[in-house]
């Protein structure tokens, strides 16, 4: 089978597509489509937390049917599912019961790619870490990518008033039609907010973006950090949180497996608000897999809005 493979650590234009074997295992995903994220390009240059022995097969979000389960298991041969499982820009991925997921009759294969990881992370962020109250301010940075326009529309889902900081004209048109109640353009963010915010989800980073934060939060207000797509992790100087008497709140996804259903149950709440209309992922390039390094590359130059997906 086809996979796209990391030879060299040495960034999006080193990776390769490959004829591999196909995977064995339990429970086996035929991937019709797959998403690139940021961590996939960290990987292609070793900066990830997580590394991997050379050569590997990229990425861990994509969505398909089944062609293998294990008899009396939650899933069967033929199944539409959406998993995060570990080597999925591949023709075949083998799949993780336990961070994989029914994929819902009003999603696409690519929409399905693009659900789990970015819904359960604005989930987690919001809810989770940020103790969101229906009602307060929210400001999302990155608002026009895949885990940022996630953001808006749970944020929205979940009762908050949503406003989008984005670093061009051309994406706050899709924060706008992602749901954000205000859209704030530039790095002089600040300077557009109507008010303080009560919180705020970062997924940028940066120092001066940081500490321009921390000064848009109301007393109490919370900052929860879930990546840095733009490259620099800030440091925080605790005076700051003394002064603003405001919190910085680190979140990952996976603070929902902390429970034996925390996934699964979380997941079943994102698969009700798609129901009702309140959730569906932005899907802004779709690549075939032998072309997955442009869809690297469009995400490590930020160019990227909503969701780049690979098609199989």
Request: charged share 20%; proline share 5%.
């Amino acid at each position: 089978m086809r996979a796209l493979r990391v030879v060299t650590e040495d960034g999006p234009s080193a990776v390769e597509l490959h004829d591999v074997p196909e995977p064995t295992g339990e429970l086996i995903v035929a991937v019709r489509a797959a998403a690139v994220a940021f961590p996939d390009v960290l990987m292609t240059r070793g900066k990830y937390q997580i590394r991997q022995n050379l050569p590997f097969t990229l990425g861990w979000e994509a969505a398909g049917d089944v062609i293998r389960a294990p008899a009396g298991g939650p899933f069967a041969v033929g199944d539409r599912v959406m998993t995060l499982s570990f080597g999925a820009h591949a023709e075949q991925v083998v799949a993780y019961p336990e961070a994989t997921f029914a994929l819902p009759d009003a999603l696409t294969y690519e929409e399905g790619a693009a659900f789990p990881l970015n819904y359960l992370t604005a989930l987690a962020a919001l809810e989770r870490r940020g103790r969101l109250v229906p009602g307060e301010r929210v400001l999302v940075h990155g608002a026009a990518g895949g885990v940022g326009t996630a953001t808006i529309q749970v944020g929205k889902a979940l009762g908050a008033h949503v406003i989008a900081s984005v670093s061009t004209e051309d994406k706050a048109q899709v924060a706008w039609a992602a749901g954000a109640d205000e859209v704030v353009v530039g790095d002089d963010f600040r300077a557009g907010l109507s008010g303080p915010v009560h919180l705020i989800i970062d997924s940028v980073g940066g120092t001066e973006r940081f500490k321009e934060s921390l000064r848009s939060l109301v007393p109490e207000g919370r900052l929860v950090v879930v990546g840095f797509a733009g490259g620099e992790i800030p440091e925080v100087r605790v005076n700051r949180l003394l002064i603003g008497n405001v919190d910085v709140i680190g979140c990952s996804f996976n603070i929902l497996a902390t429970e034996a259903s925390g996934l699964a149950d979380a997941m079943a709440r994102l698969t009700e608000l798609v129901g009702t209309g309140a959730l569906r992922p932005v899907i802004g390039s779709t690549y075939p897999l032998e072309q997955g390094a442009e869809g690297l590359r469009e995400i490590d130059e930020r160019r990227a809005t909503g969701k780049v997906i690979l098609t199989v």
